[in-house]
C-alpha cells in the first residue's frame, strides 16, 4: 500500500484531525496508544465480512468530520434543558456535541459515596475504580469503532454506586447533537461500575438538534459485583442524516441482575453492537431493543449473550418496525457454555413492515455447548394483522389512526419495560410522530 | 335503508355468496340464520367492508348509495357497524380510548364537536347500564384478557356508544351463557328503535327467544333458500336445517 492510499483511509483520516495528546494517567494513555496503533492502516470493514453483510459503510467512508469539541460555540438550543427527564431532575450529566456541560449537568442529592461525573475529569484525578475497569469490557477483537473510541476519547460518563447502595431515580445522561454547518465526530465513552448490592437506572440518550451529518461513535462499559442490579435505557434519536456506531459491553457478576432497553429511532445508518457476558452463576440479563426505520434509514443490531456459568436466564425481545425503504438488521447471538448447565435463555426478534418497500434481516443464532438448558430463539417477519385493521375500521377510525394504534400495539410490550414513565411517554410520542412522518414520507414519494 | 341485489362473491377464488337478495327498512330486525359455511357470516362482513371478499356481482346500497368503493371506516361514520363474532383484542389502547375515538369521528362526520375525555365519560355510563358493565372495562385494553362473554358485551357496548343505524351482529349469541345472553339481548332490545335496524347472524334459535325477528331468512350455500316471519326460526329448530335443504331439492332448484 502506497503512502498515498494510506492517507485516504477513514480511520486515519479521522486519527489525524484529533490531537495526538493522550491521557495524562500513564494506563489510559498507553490504552489509547494501543488503540490508535490498532486501527492505523486499518480499512473499515466491508459488506464481504460476515458481521457488515447488510450495513455498508461506504458512504460513511467518504465523509469526512472535524472532532466535535473543535467546534468553537455549538448551536445550544435554548431549551436544552427540557430534555432533562423529571425523574432525572437531581442527577444528570449533559454533552454538548460529546464535550461534558457542566452548567447543564447536575449531581446533587446523590448517596454518600456515589459517583456520577465526568470521565475525563475522574481519570484526570486518578480514580482507581475508573482507571482499573476502563477497556476491561470493550474489547475491540477485529472491529475498529471500539479502538477509535478508545484512541480519541475525552469526556464522558463515569458512574460508581457503591457497596449497598441504592439509588431509586434514574441517573440520566444526556447527549445533545447540535445542528452546525460543519461535519462532526464525537466519541463519548461511558464507564459504569455497579459494587455488591448496588441498585441503579441508567438513561442514555442521545438527541440530534437538526438534520445534519455528524458521526457519533459511543462506547459503554458495564462492570456490575454480585447482587448488583441494574436497568439500562438507550435512546438513540441522533440527527436522520448522522452516523451511530456504538459499542456496548457488560460483564454481570454472580447474582446480579442487568437490564438493557435499547431505543433506536434516528441516524442514516445505526450500528449497535452490544455484549454482555454473564460470568458467574444465578445472573439475569435482559437485552430488549425497539427499533424504528422509515425513509432510507437502516438499522442494525449485532448482539452477543453470553452464558458461562450454570444457572443463568436471559431475556431478548428484539422488535423493529419498517417503514418507507428503511431496512432493519438483527444479528443475535446467544452462547451457552459447557459449564452453562440449566440456562434459560429466551431470545426473539419481531419485525413489523409497514411498507412494501422495506427490508428486513433476521438471524438469531444459538451455539449450545451444554446439555441441561432450556433455549428458545425465533424471528417473525408480517404486516399489520388485517383482521385487527378491519375491526378498527369498522368502528370508524382511518387509515392513519388504525396504523398508529396497531403500531403503538405492537411497540408496547418494549416500551412498557422500561420503568421510567416520562420514557415511556416520550417514547408513544416518538410511535406517534414515526407513523404520520412515515405517511407523509410516502406522499411526497 | 339496506338493498341487497344479486350478489355475488367470493374470497380466494371460492364463491361465497351466489346471488343474495335482501331488502333490510328502518325499524326491521332481520335473522340471518343457516348452518356452518353456508355464508351468512360473509355476508354481515361484505356488507360491513371487509377487503378479503371480492364481490364479483350484483350490489349494495346503503342509504341510496352504493358501497362498493367506500372504505369500511367510511361504511361506520355513514352508520355501519358490526359486532364481531370473534372480537379483536388490541393491546396499548384502552376502550375508553378507542370508543371516544371511534364516536368523535361519528360526531365529526354529524358535523359536531368531539367529546373530551371527561363529557365522553358521562356519556358512556348509561351505556355501560345497558350491558351491565362496570366501568373498570374503560380501563382496560380493548378486549385484552376479556372473557368471550365480556368481549361480546363489549361489542354491544360500542353498538350502544356508536349508535349506529344499521346493526350487523355477527353471531353475538355464541358462546354465551344464559346470563350473558339474556344481558346482551336486553341491550340490543334497547338499541332497538324505529329509525335503525338489525341484521342478526345467528346458527341457533335461542337468541331469537329474546330478541323477535321480523324477518327470518335461512342461508344455505350461499343463497337465501327460505324467507319468513319469526315462526321459520322455530321450524328450523323443530326439523333443522337439512328441512329447508330437503325442501329446495324438492322445488328442483339446485343448491
Avoid at chain 1, 132 to 149: I, R, T, Y
Avoid at chain 1, 378 to 394: R, S
Avoid at chain 1, 405 to 411: E, P, Q
Avoid at chain 2, 107 to 117: Q, T
Amino acid at each position: 500500500m502506497t503512502d498515498n492510499a494510506k492517507e485516504t483511509l477513514f480511520l486515519d483520516r479521522l486519527l489525524d484531525r484529533f490531537d495526538a495528546a493522550k491521557s495524562a494517567h500513564e494506563k489510559v494513555a498507553g490504552l489509547q496508544s494501543e488503540a490508535a496503533r490498532e486501527i492505523t492502516g486499518k480499512e473499515l470493514p466491508t459488506t464481504r465480512h460476515e458481521e457488515w453483510k447488510y450495513c455498508s459503510l461506504k458512504s460513511l467512508n467518504k465523509e469526512s468530520f472535524v472532532p466535535a469539541a473543535s467546534i468553537p460555540s455549538p448551536n445550544l438550543p435554548k431549551d436544552a434543558i427540557g430534555y432533562i427527564y423529571p425523574e432525572a431532575e437531581h442527577h444528570h450529566l449533559t454533552f454538548i456535541n460529546g464535550v461534558f456541560s457542566e452548567a447543564l449537568s447536575k449531581t446533587d442529592r446523590l448517596p454518600d459515596g456515589v459517583i456520577v461525573a465526568n470521565l475525563a475529569d475522574v481519570l484526570r484525578d486518578g480514580n482507581e475504580i475508573a482507571i482499573e475497569n476502563l477497556g476491561e469490557l470493550a474489547k475491540w477483537e477485529d472491529d475498529p469503532f471500539v479502538p477509535l473510541n478508545t484512541a480519541v476519547f475525552r469526556d464522558g460518563a463515569f458512574i460508581y454506586v457503591p457497596k449497598g447502595v441504592k439509588i431509586a431515580d434514574p441517573i440520566q445522561l444526556l447527549f445533545i447533537n447540535t445542528e452546525e454547518a460543519e461535519q462532526y465526530v464525537m466519541a463519548p465513552r461511558c464507564l459504569v461500575v455497579g459494587d455488591q448490592f448496588s441498585e441503579m437506572t441508567v438513561v442514555e440518550d442521545h438527541i440530534g438538534m437538526g438534520s445534519n451529518v455528524y458521526f457519533n461513535c459511543p462506547v459503554s462499559e458495564i462492570k456490575l459485583a454480585e447482587n448488583s442490579h441494574m436497568t439500562h435505557v438507550k435512546l438513540q434519536r441522533d440527527s436522520r442524516q448522522a452516523y451511530h456506531i456504538s459499542r456496548l459491553a457488560a460483564d454481570i457478576s454472580r447474582d446480579s441482575d442487568y437490564k438493557s432497553y435499547a431505543v433506536q429511532l434516528g441516524s442514516q445508518l445505526s450500528r449497535s453492537d452490544v455484549k454482555a457476558v454473564l460470568t458467574d452463576e444465578n445472573t439475569h440479563a435482559t437485552l430488549d431493543g425497539l427499533v424504528m426505520v422509515n425513509g432510507e434509514q437502516l438499522s442494525d443490531t449485532h448482539s452477543v449473550m453470553d452464558h458461562t456459568m450454570p444457572n443463568c436466564t436471559s431475556h431478548q425481545l428484539h422488535k423493529c418496525i419498517i417503514d418507507g425503504n428503511g431496512t432493519s438488521v438483527f444479528n443475535g447471538k446467544i452462547f451457552v457454555r459447557q459449564d452453562a448447565q440449566k440456562t434459560d435463555a429466551f431470545q426473539e426478534n419481531r419485525n413489523l413492515q409497514l411498507s412494501n418497500s422495506g427490508t428486513a434481516y433476521a438471524k438469531p443464532q444459538l451455539e449450545i455447548f451444554a446439555d441441561d438448558v432450556s433455549c428458545s430463539h425465533g424471528a417473525t417477519i408480517g404486516q399489520l394483522n388485517p383482521e385487527e385493521v378491519f375491526y378498527l375500521k369498522t368502528r370508524g377510525l382511518q387509515d392513519a389512526q388504525t396504523r398508529e394504534i396497531l403500531t403503538y400495539g405492537f411497540a408496547l410490550d418494549v416500551i412498557e419495560s422500561i420503568p421510567v414513565a416520562s420514557i415511556q411517554k416520550r417514547l408513544s410520542k416518538e410511535v406517534e410522530k414515526f407513523t404520520r412522518e412515515s405517511k407523509s414520507i410516502k406522499e411526497l414519494a | 335503508m339496506l338493498t341487497i341485489k344479486n350478489l355475488h362473491a367470493e374470497v380466494e377464488g371460492n364463491e361465497i355468496l351466489k346471488g343474495i337478495d335482501l331488502e333490510i327498512k328502518a325499524g326491521e330486525v332481520h335473522a340471518i340464520m343457516g348452518p356452518n359455511g353456508s355464508g351468512k357470516s360473509t355476508l354481515a362482513k361484505i356488507v360491513a367492508g371487509h377487503p378479503s371478499y371480492e364481490v364479483t356481482k350484483g350490489e349494495i346500497i346503503y342509504e341510496g348509495e352504493d358501497l362498493a368503493e367506500m372504505e369500511p371506516d367510511e361504511r361506520a361514520r355513514r352508520g355501519i357497524f358490526m359486532a364481531f363474532q370473534y372480537p379483536v383484542e388490541i393491546p396499548g389502547v384502552s376502550n375508553s380510548m378507542l370508543m371516544r375515538e371511534a364516536y368523535n369521528e361519528i360526531r365529526k362526520e354529524k358535523g359536531l364537536d368531539p367529546l373530551d375525555p371527561l363529557e365522553f365519560e358521562d356519556y358512556i355510563v348509561d351505556k355501560l347500564n345497558l350491558v351491565e358493565m362496570d366501568a373498570k372495562f374503560l380501563d382496560r385494553n380493548v378486549n385484552a384478557g376479556f372473557s368471550g362473554g365480556e368481549k361480546k358485551r363489549n361489542e354491544i357496548l360500542q353498538m350502544a356508544v356508536l349508535n349506529p343505524k344499521l346493526a350487523l351482529l355477527d353471531e353475538t349469541d355464541s358462546g354465551l351463557d344464559i346470563d350473558a345472553l339474556r344481558i346482551v339481548s336486553g341491550g340490543i332490545n334497547k338499541l332497538a328503535g324505529k329509525d335503525n335496524a338489525i341484521m342478526l347472524v345467528t346458527h341457533y334459535q335461542r337468541i331469537l327467544n329474546y330478541i323477535t325477528p321480523d324477518f327470518v331468512h335461512v342461508l344455505v350455500n350461499g343463497r337465501i333458500q327460505k324467507s319468513g316471519g319469526k315462526e321459520l326460526a322455530l321450524e328450523l329448530e323443530e326439523h333443522g336445517y337439512e328441512w329447508v335443504t330437503a325442501n329446495t331439492e324438492v322445488n328442483g332448484e339446485a343448491k
